[in-house]
């Protein structure tokens, strides 16, 4: 299963899933492409670095992690992101807008990391 993340800027791209969706549901319902391929799993990224917000901010990203059982064809393990999918689209889809932003996990780790 491919693994939903919501991130916010300036921190690293580990967080804890708040769903996991085949694939093909990402790919249908989010709009998710292989060209929205951003880094392998090893490596800790950075959306917007340069913005320095609270922790407490919103989050504005949806990060697609796909792994070695998810991954066929064409499609590479690793992270995918698109600014073209949005938190809010998501949460309808997922159901999660009643929780508001409760339901959004925090980043395992606050560092610095290598550029994209």
């Known amino acids: 299963m491919a693994k939903i993340c919501f991130m ?12 996991e969706k085949p694939l093909v549901w990402c790919i249908e319902k989010l ?10 799993l090893e490596t800790k990224f950075t959306i917007d670095k340069w913005f320095e917000l609270s922790p407490y901010s919103r989050p504005r ?20 992101f698109s600014p073209l999918i949005k938190v809010a689209d ?16 925090q980043p395992e780790e606050i560092a610095s990391s290598e550029d994209h």
């Open 31 to 40: 709009g998710l492409q292989r060209a929205d391929w951003w880094a392998d």
């Open 8 to 19: 916010r800027e300036g921190l690293t791209g580990r967080a804890d899933p708040v769903a």
């Open 61 to 80: 990203w949806v990060i697609i992690q796909v792994d070695e059982a998810e991954a066929s064809g064409n499609w590479k393990t690793g992270y995918y």
């Open 90 to 105: 998501v949460k309808k889809l997922l159901s999660l807008d009643h929780l508001g932003s409760l339901c959004l996990s």
